[in-house]
């Protein structure tokens, strides 16, 4: 690699372009939402303004974040996603442990099967299971055959979560599938040796040894989740609102730019969070990742 | 035999795919032994020893272990424990933890654990590192974290893959002995996994040689070097002389035969032979002299090669035939080195009862 | 677990375990199953959808000619063909520039370059909606002709798409014997000649996977076109997304069945692509 002062012309003409548009169209715009996240909407003639702000008014939207309500909706997202995390990690770690122990000619076809739904349009995936759990869906048609139902499957929390474990499900089994291709198999023979059960060598061999794909999968799966709209949007409606629907209606039903843009920051801050979690992880397993 | 602790019985192998590393082997190693399974590289002995531990099972064939036909048993159940080859130390355990995790999983009480790891720690002398991770730790100190792990659990017989094969020469040496001394103590079956014929010799009490998945002879590292049983096995162990011969006709226990650049002899051989077979000699067996001995074998030619090696020195001779002779010649006097040099015309003599007979 | 195992299978086998491999079909299956049913029923006689009744290509024709879902997949998809051409070039620039070069503050650089992948979609959603606004571009291009109204929303398919291109042009470029450039460079070729005779052809593998990449996201993009996009600009998933709001029907199947068609065969072809850099690292 050489020294950007080697060959300025070169380097510029390489960087400046992309530097720009990250500027114009990401900085700046996070820029606008940081400075209205603490503005107020505009009181003209004793009348909320529909398109005025006072700027950098200081932290009300923030506080109001802290209202029951939102901290309610803030919980829920976190446990929704949290468990939505959890049941990835479940049915991930079968997926990726199989994989690599599958016969190397098997391993590419079963990855992209594993893989091939997340290139599928998350709406159509998400469609896809609107149609399968719907009240007169393929699932109660199914259980209508042997007398029972039909049940209402959507709209609660059960439905946001089975979408986001369903559609989030192939980002934990990839970085899971790499670092237990990668983890040595004689520690799994030498457990199985001195007499550990099939149970106790996953237990405490693969799975402390396993770690860093786990904690890589549980973030790379629980940032999205947090973030999440459309699933909760679509599957669970009303009645289970998570904290990127809370925003979507401030920036269009409500109308509440401020707040909402307070919402997306705090956001922001827990994606950020749970990035510097596994940013600490990786400097602690450093010697264990072998 | 009887008191056969592990008795491996027509075990065959073959992986999918073709290759059938281990062929029909037949091997009963008994209670108490250091056994060595010897051979070449990618000869099956790997595979054996993990079928011994359970790690592979055999396509057919019946593994006994202390009396029960343990083939298709899990490893976690069965009395035999492995130092493996990159000796597979847990790397997020302590050394304590790490000896300890087999007495664990099987659910001994704690005051016993600590008790039996403190036991296994003193005799393999890493007491001082107990509560370091292996990664702060030399490969010569993880392997005996591996060989402490193994010995805790007491087994009935201690598997070894290839225990020198990473250490220092220097390392190596301590470790032989080491090996040595703790299989005395400890009174375990110990089976070791070598290619390496120095090994093999100077720890084993008995030694299976392998060779393309078959089993070829199992003796004493002595009976191994002094009556090989096939060209492969004499080979194989040590430095030999094979020169081809001719065999005229049977007379009892000996053959009348040819030996190609030599000449007519008689020598002993057990069992029939007719046709071509080959006489081993090893090099030291070798004598030379500058007059013509007395010896019955002996044979003229030129000295091509002399290489010096202090107590030694090794000097190949160029008889009749193409035949080449390797002599090994012992430095005894700090005058003459071997005596002969390059160039020079000698004798090569031997005994005839040093002359090997191989017919396979 | 059994106790015993069978002929030939070692205790490792994973792969011959009937647990597993039950596990593994369910897994599939549930993964699936959605996804088939959508297509096959996009062939359904039915109009309800729910049980078959027949073969029919009607759902298609009907998709065909209804002129706002067929305009909102061509929105879509010359949003998709500028942005992803936009993306590979910048991602380029940005992988060869991270690639080639040491300079100050490049982790940072480098954090920021990865930051679009990162936050939150509907943040970056609503920060581009406040800023299109208050710029007064969303006015600006809301009245152009088409396809110049589709501006705003292909800017933001840009922005996210762009860093993911610059990943995987730059793995790709890990591979480069740099023994290459400078013998070319030896040969008398210049700093221009050397770029698009060595590396260049060598990037390209890097460049098409990164570019389908960038089209499928780019095709795929609900969130952030959801607020970036004008009343009259709807892209395909937006105005699928009304349709499911509004509920289940065959058309949408249809529609959706040509979506999934398009992105898996990208899909394949990137992968495709990208398989040989892995060969001949390993
Ligand atoms: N899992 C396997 N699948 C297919 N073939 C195998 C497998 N393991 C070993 N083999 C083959 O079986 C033969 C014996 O292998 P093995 O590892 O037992 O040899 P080895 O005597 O231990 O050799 P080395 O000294 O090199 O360790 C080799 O030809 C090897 O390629
Ligand atoms: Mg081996």
Redesign the pocket.
């Known amino acids: 690699m050489e020294n950007w002062k080697q060959n300025p012309r070169v380097f510029w003409t390489l960087g400046i372009p992309p530097s720009v548009w990250l500027l114009a169209f990401f900085i700046i715009p996070l820029g606008f939402l940081f400075v209205m996240s603490f503005s107020d909407k505009a009181i003209v003639d004793g009348q909320v303004s529909i398109t005025g702000y006072d700027y950098l008014t200081g932290f009300t939207n923030y506080i109001r974040a802290f209202d029951p309500l939102y901290l309610g909706i803030m919980w829920k997202s976190v446990w929704i996603s949290a468990l939505a995390t959890a049941l990835c990690l479940l049915t991930a770690y079968p997926i990726a442990f199989g994989i690599c122990f599958a016969k190397d000619k098997w391993k590419p076809l079963l990855l992209l099967l594993v893989v091939l739904p997340f290139w599928i349009n998350l709406l159509i995936r998400t469609y896809a299971l609107i149609a399968v759990f719907r009240t007169q869906g393929y699932l109660n048609k199914i259980l209508g055959w042997v007398g029972l139902g039909p049940y209402e499957m959507l709209y609660n929390n059960f439905a946001v979560v089975f979408g986001l474990v369903y559609v989030y499900m192939p980002f934990m089994v990839l970085p899971l599938y790499a670092t237990i291709e990668r983890l040595d198999k004689s520690y799994l023979e030498a457990s199985l040796d001195l007499g550990g059960s099939q149970f106790q060598t996953f237990m405490r061999v693969t799975v402390p040894l396993t770690m860093p794909g786990i904690v890589s999968g549980v973030i790379l799966v629980f940032i999205p989740c947090l973030g999440s709209f459309l699933t909760p949007d679509l599957l669970g409606g009303a009645n289970a609102l998570m904290i990127g629907n809370v925003i979507e209606r401030q920036f269009k039903a409500a109308n509440d730019w401020p707040f909402g843009a307070a919402l997306s920051f705090l956001l922001m801050y827990a994606t950020f969070g749970a990035l510097a979690l596994r940013y600490l992880f990786s400097l602690r397993s450093k010697g264990v990742d072998v | 035999m009887s008191d056969a602790i592990v008795s491996i019985r027509n075990v065959t192998k073959a992986?999918p795919?073709g290759?059938t590393?281990v062929d029909n082997v037949s091997l009963d190693i008994a209670q108490n032994e250091f056994f060595a399974l010897l051979?070449p590289?990618?000869?099956?002995?790997?595979?054996?020893r993990r079928m011994i531990s359970g790690l592979e099972t055999p396509t057919s064939g019946q593994i006994v272990i202390g009396g029960e036909d343990m083939a298709f048993t899990p490893p976690n159940k069965r009395p035999t424990n492995m130092v493996f080859q990159s000796y597979a130390v847990f790397p997020h355990m302590t050394v304590e933890q790490n000896v300890g995790y087999g007495l664990k999983v099987t659910g001994v009480a704690t005051d016993e654990i600590r008790r039996r790891v403190g036991e296994a720690l003193d005799m393999v002398k890493l007491t001082a590192l107990a509560a370091r991770k292996p990664d702060q730790m030399s490969g010569g100190q993880r392997q005996r974290v591996a060989l402490a792990r193994a010995l805790v659990k007491r087994p009935k017989v201690l598997l070894l893959d290839?225990p020198l094969s990473a250490l220092d020469a220097k390392l190596r040496d301590d470790m032989r002995m080491e090996l040595t001394r703790l299989q005395e103590t400890v009174g375990i079956t110990f089976i070791i996994?070598t290619?390496d014929q120095d090994e093999a010799l100077s720890m084993a009490s008995r030694i299976a040689v392998m060779d393309k998945g078959a089993v070829q002879q199992v003796a004493t590292p002595a009976e191994l070097y002094e009556h090989p049983r096939s060209r492969f096995v004499a080979d194989f162990i040590g430095k030999v002389n094979l020169i081809d011969a001719r065999v005229h006709r049977q007379i009892g226990r000996k053959i009348d035969c040819e030996l190609k650049g030599v000449g007519r002899m008689e020598l002993a051989s057990d069992g029939l032979v007719g046709g071509q077979v080959a006489v081993a000699v090893r090099p030291e067996k070798l004598k030379i002299a500058i007059a013509e001995p007395a010896s019955a074998i002996r044979v003229q030619g030129r000295v091509r090669d002399v290489a010096y090696y202090g107590d030694t020195s090794h000097v190949v001779i160029e008889a009749a035939d193409g035949l080449d002779l390797s002599v090994n010649v012992q430095n005894d006097t700090r005058l003459g080195g071997s005596g002969v040099e390059r160039g020079q015309t000698v004798w090569v003599h031997w005994a005839p009862e040093d002359s090997i007979v191989l017919t396979e | 677990m059994a106790a015993r195992l069978k002929p030939g299978q070692g205790p490792l086998d994973y792969g011959s375990r009937l647990w597993l491999r039950l596990l593994f079909a369910a897994i599939f299956f549930v993964l699936y199953a959605p996804i088939i049913t959508l297509v096959a029923f996009s062939f359904n006689t039915d109009k309800r959808g729910v049980v078959w009744r027949g073969f029919t290509l009607d759902n298609y024709a009907r998709a065909w000619n209804n002129a706002s879902l067929i305009e909102a997949l061509t929105n879509s998809l010359v949003i998709a063909v500028i942005a992803t051409v936009f993306a590979t070039v910048l991602g380029a620039l940005t992988a060869l520039l991270m690639w080639r070069f040491r300079f100050p503050l490049k982790g940072a650089y480098e954090g920021f370059m990865a930051l679009p992948i990162v936050i939150p979609e509907i943040c970056m959603g609503v920060a581009l909606l406040l800023f299109f606004v208050n710029s007064g571009m969303m006015e600006f291009f809301v009245h152009m002709p088409w396809p110049l109204n589709l501006g705003n929303i292909i800017f933001a398919h840009v922005t996210f798409c762009f860093p993911f291109v610059a990943v995987v042009v730059r793995s790709r470029l890990v591979g480069f014997n740099r023994q290459l450039e400078e013998a070319s460079k030896d040969l008398g070729a210049s700093e221009w000649q050397t770029f698009w005779s060595i590396i260049v052809p060598f990037m390209k593998p890097g460049l098409i996977a990164g570019a389908l990449l960038a089209f499928t996201l780019s095709l795929d993009d609900f969130v952030i076109t959801f607020f970036t996009s004008g009343p009259e600009t709807v892209t395909f998933p937006v105005k699928v997304y009304s349709l499911v709001r509004r509920g289940v029907s065959p058309e949408i199947n249809a529609a959706s069945t040509v979506l999934i068609v398009i992105t898996v065969v990208a899909t394949v072809l990137a992968m495709k692509l990208q398989a040989p850099p892995r060969a001949d690292k390993g």
Do not use: I, N
Request: overall charge neutral; proline content about 0%.
């Open positions: 992986f795919g290759v590393a051979g590289s990618g000869c099956g002995k790997t595979t054996l290839e996994v290619h």
